[in-house]
């Protein structure tokens, strides 16, 4: 599929594409949307900007992807061929001096065989002499319909996440437990009523994993909410900090909607979230807290597991409340 829009009318033409003198065309590419799935839309918009002073004679087949080369880490490269372009796309326009057009391109129908793998893709455009700044994107397994079980000294909290709400949060921490990350770590911080922290590599509340993720937090009153038993993701000042330490709220904190990335709640362990929040804790120095938080006893997270969704079942998106 491959949606076009214009600021100024393109012409059709007869004649062959012609080449323009360099810095009068210019061609870009852009992640439409903020995450990718394997075997799903993995959309990127390319724009032809004619910053020249005469038209540009353009084959339209690139509006539709041609001439789009699509890269997999393991060298595996496809390129977009004209047999991929519809027939009633295959004609040449005229770039009006001063236009631009925009096109968003689904890449997984185009390069099915690197877009049905998890992966740091490299996309590329040539139209012509002209080439594109190579985007590159990551695509992530499908979370859909998965749940986690965190496996503590205290016993057990099933988890049920919200993919299609907050994707790149949860992809960060199911890949973070499925690469064993967090196990043997702990709940370094605890403040019952608040809520129980932990995934910290330190055990302090300083460390972080291989890499920090944005802030997916919406207002209003459909955004995710932090209810009792929500898991959501720590961060520092900057609200794009998020990394890999994460706490489960242990009563309903609505402060804390909008500014911190709910990404799932709790569906079996309730009790064990309430055995680690009573917890003897002590003050911690210069932590943020000035009621104790620091438990005194050791609160160990054995092993997060990963729980598939049961063959044939329906993925639910999952609302969160």
Same mark, same amino acid.
Request: hydrophobic content about 40%; proline content about 9%.
């Given at each position: 599929?491959?949606?076009?829009? +214009?600021?100024?009318?393109?012409?059709?033409?007869?004649?062959?594409?012609?080449?323009?003198?360099?810095?009068?065309?210019? *061609?870009?590419?852009?992640?439409?949307?903020?995450? &990718?799935?394997?075997?799903?839309?993995?959309?990127? /918009?390319?724009? =032809?900007?004619?910053?020249?002073?005469?038209?540009?004679?353009?084959?339209?087949?690139?509006?539709?992807?041609?001439?789009?080369?699509?890269?997999?880490?393991?060298?595996?490269?496809?390129?977009?061929?004209?047999?991929?372009? @519809?027939?009633?796309?295959?004609?040449?326009?005229?770039?009006?001096?001063?236009?631009?057009?925009?096109?968003?391109?689904?890449?997984? %129908?185009?390069?099915?065989?690197? +877009?049905?793998?998890?992966?740091?893709?490299?996309?590329?455009?040539? *139209? !012509?002499?002209?080439?594109?700044?190579?985007?590159?994107?990551? =695509?992530?397994?499908?979370?859909?319909?998965?749940?986690?079980?965190?496996?503590?000294?205290?016993?057990?909290?099933?988890?049920?996440?919200?993919?299609?709400?907050? @994707? =790149?949060?949860?992809?960060?921490?199911?890949? *973070?437990?499925?690469?064993?990350? &967090?196990?043997?770590?702990? +709940?370094?911080?605890?403040?019952?009523?608040?809520?129980?922290?932990?995934?910290?590599?330190?055990?302090?509340?300083?460390?972080?994993?291989?890499?920090?993720?944005?802030?997916?937090?919406? /207002?209003? %009153?459909?955004?995710?909410?932090?209810?009792?038993?929500?898991?959501?993701?720590?961060?520092?000042?900057?609200?794009?900090?998020?990394?890999?330490?994460?706490?489960?709220?242990?009563?309903?904190?609505?402060?804390?909607?909008?500014? &911190?990335?709910?990404?799932?709640?709790?569906?079996?362990? *309730?009790?064990?979230?309430?055995?680690?929040?009573?917890?003897?804790?002590?003050?911690?120095?210069? !932590?943020?807290?000035?009621?104790?938080? /620091? @438990?005194?006893? /050791?609160?160990?997270?054995?092993? =997060?597991?990963?729980?598939?969704?049961?063959?044939?079942?329906?993925? @639910?998106?999952?609302?969160?409340?």
């Amino acid at each position: 599929m491959s949606l076009v829009s +214009f600021v100024a009318p393109l012409l059709l033409a007869t004649s062959a594409p012609l080449a323009p003198s360099d810095g009068d065309v210019v *061609l870009t590419l852009a992640a439409a949307d903020r995450f &990718y799935d394997v075997a799903r839309p993995a959309r990127i /918009r390319l724009t =032809i900007e004619n910053r020249g002073r005469a038209s540009f004679l353009m084959n339209n087949g690139v509006l539709f992807g041609q001439g789009l080369q699509v890269a997999a880490a393991d060298g595996v490269v496809h390129e977009v061929k004209e047999t991929a372009v @519809p027939a009633n796309a295959k004609q040449n326009l005229l770039l009006p001096a001063g236009a631009t057009v925009t096109s968003v391109v689904d890449l997984a %129908p185009l390069a099915p065989q690197i +877009f049905e793998k998890r992966g740091p893709v490299k996309v590329g455009l040539a *139209l !012509g002499e002209l080439t594109a700044p190579p985007l590159d994107l990551e =695509i992530h397994p499908d979370w859909r319909g998965w749940h986690a079980v965190i496996e503590s000294s205290l016993g057990e909290m099933e988890l049920e996440f919200f993919p299609e709400r907050a @994707p =790149i949060t949860v992809a960060n921490f199911l890949e *973070l437990a499925e690469a064993d990350f &967090y196990d043997g770590l702990s +709940f370094h911080r605890v403040v019952k009523g608040f809520m129980v922290q932990g995934g910290c590599p330190h055990g302090d509340g300083t460390g972080d994993g291989p890499k920090t993720i944005p802030l997916e937090a919406e /207002r209003g %009153p459909d955004a995710l909410k932090h209810l009792r038993g929500t898991i959501s993701m720590a961060h520092k000042a900057d609200p794009n900090s998020g990394s890999c330490q994460f706490f489960l709220c242990h009563r309903d904190q609505i402060a804390l909607n909008g500014a &911190y990335s709910a990404f799932g709640r709790i569906v079996r362990g *309730l009790e064990t979230l309430d055995r680690i929040a009573d917890v003897p804790c002590a003050i911690a120095p210069g !932590g943020p807290d000035t009621a104790p938080s /620091r @438990p005194k006893e /050791r609160v160990e997270m054995k092993k =997060i597991r990963l729980v598939p969704p049961a063959p044939g079942a329906v993925k @639910p998106g999952g609302s969160g409340g």
